[in-house]
Nanobody, 115 residues
Framework: QVQLVESGGGLVQPGGSLRLSCAAS????????MSWHRQAPGKERELVAI????????NYLDSVKGRFTISRDNAKNTVYLQMNSLKPEDTAVYYC????????WGQGTQVTVSS
């Protein structure tokens, strides 16, 4: 079955950095656009960043542009989210998603930005 497993979350101080990873299995990874989403308590889930299947295009939520970078390694079936200059408002559960013929979600990883 398809599995998306996120890792790399944790507690970081404002201004710090984290790198999230999402390892995929059970699907042809290179056929799927990959994205990161986040959901803060009491808020709706929002799209943070998305990268095309070939890495040719990527797009970002306005509030993270210039701070976050999405990338993928199709040889490793993994998508990454490099997060720099983190702010308290980036605190949320971060989910990866694979979108193609079907849509799959990971279980999420908590990111907390606090001093």
């Amino acid at each position: 079955q398809v599995q998306l497993v996120e890792s790399g979350g944790g507690l970081v101080q404002p201004g710090g950095s984290l790198r999230l990873s999402c390892a995929a299995s059970g699907l042809t990874f290179s056929n799927y656009a990959m994205s990161w989403h986040r959901q803060a308590p009491g808020k709706e889930r929002e799209l943070v960043a998305i990268v095309s299947s070939t890495s040719r295009t990527s797009n970002y939520l306005d509030s993270v542009k210039g701070r976050f970078t999405i990338s993928r390694d199709n040889a490793k079936n993994t998508v990454y989210l490099q997060m720099n200059s983190l702010k308290p408002e980036d605190t949320a559960v971060y989910y990866c998603r694979a979108a193609g013929l079907n849509t799959y979600w990971g279980q999420g990883t908590q990111v907390t930005v606090s001093s």
